[in-house]
């Protein structure tokens, strides 16, 4: 039998393992799992893709891009923030 070590933040340990034990599991168990997955389906067993923004987002992504409405600049990070809050 093989051993698997990997590292991970100790936050996503606690939840993980958290996440598990609700399943009525250990983490190696879900890990088992996973991998055996990933076998039969020859690769991830879940789709693996890039989040598009929102419409929102996108434009506010092209305005920046574009440097289109923008506020600014402020002298000071107060004067930011009041900005942001009056919006």
Do not use: C, W
């Not at 399943?23 to 088992?32: E, F, K, P, W």
């Not at 929102?56 to 506020?71: P, S, V």
């Amino acid at each position: 039998m093989a051993t698997i070590q990997i590292r991970i933040d100790d936050d996503l340990k606690i939840a993980a393992d958290s996440l598990f034990f609700n399943l009525g599991m250990d983490t190696s168990t879900a890990v088992r799992i996973f991998i055996k997955a990933a076998i039969a389906k020859d690769g991830l067993p879940f789709a693996v893709k890039m989040r598009k923004p929102n419409a929102d987002l996108q434009k506010a992504i092209e305005d920046t891009r574009n440097r289109r409405n923008l506020h600014g600049p402020y002298k000071t990070a107060e004067e930011a923030v009041a900005a942001m809050l009056n919006d």
